[in-house]
């Protein structure tokens, strides 16, 4: 689950938020007590909630992220 951890974070520091939510789960499927993909996977969501909401109050024109 190390590796899977790993590639999650790479994704948010890349800004690729989807996808590190998406490896998360998959950590989080294995490790339903890993806090550090718990609290990633959070934080991914909320950036991504967020970028929907912005794209959705401009009707998809901000380059917000």
Do not use: C, R
């Amino acid at each position: 689950t190390a590796s899977l951890l790993e590639l999650g974070t790479t994704f948010f520091t890349a800004g690729q938020y989807q996808t590190a939510a998406d490896w998360m789960q998959k950590v989080i499927a294995l490790e339903p007590a890993n806090i550090k993909a718990l609290l990633a996977l959070g934080a991914a969501n909320v950036v991504v909630a967020a970028f929907q909401d912005v794209k959705a109050d401009d009707g998809g024109t901000s380059a917000w992220i």
